[in-house]
Nanobody, 126 residues
Framework: QVQLVESGGGLVQAGGSLRLACAAS????????MGWFRQVPGKEREFVAA????????YHTPSVKGRFTISRDNAENTVYLQMSSLKPEDTAVYSC???????????????????WGQGTQVTVSS
């Protein structure tokens, strides 16, 4: 069982930046591929970014590529999402997710992940 706790959300003006953190209770976070998703009320959860267990491979959905960066610090059992040039349409609840894997791949679909955090609200004002 892995527990994930997100932090770092808040209210920011358009063009601003935030860094989200996802703290994991896993004994060895390096055994898990990680991802970030976001959801707006009334809409389906949307994939944002993913990272392989060693952090050597990452993928960002096109709408955030160049503005958001996923990274991880396995020694600190934490995954990050650095968000810059934020837009009002980035407003959502952001959640991190984990999947145990023995491979060096990342996962971009919701059903690939087993463990989820509660989420942190990000609100971007215009």
């Amino acid at each position: 069982q892995v527990q994930l706790v997100e932090s770092g959300g808040g209210l920011v003006q358009a063009g601003g930046s935030l860094r989200l953190a996802c703290a994991a209770s896993a004994r060895t976070l390096s055994d898990y591929a990680m991802g970030w998703f976001r959801q707006v009320p009334g809409k389906e959860r949307e994939f944002v970014a993913a990272i392989s267990r060693a952090g050597t491979k990452t993928y960002h959905t096109p709408s955030v590529k160049g503005r958001f960066t996923i990274s991880r610090d396995n020694a600190e059992n934490t995954v990050y999402l650095q968000m810059s040039s934020l837009k009002p349409e980035d407003t959502a609840v952001y959640s991190c997710a984990a999947r145990h894997t023995v491979t060096g791949v990342y996962y971009t679909t919701e059903d690939a992940y087993v463990y989820w955090g509660q989420g942190t609200q990000v609100t971007v004002s215009s």
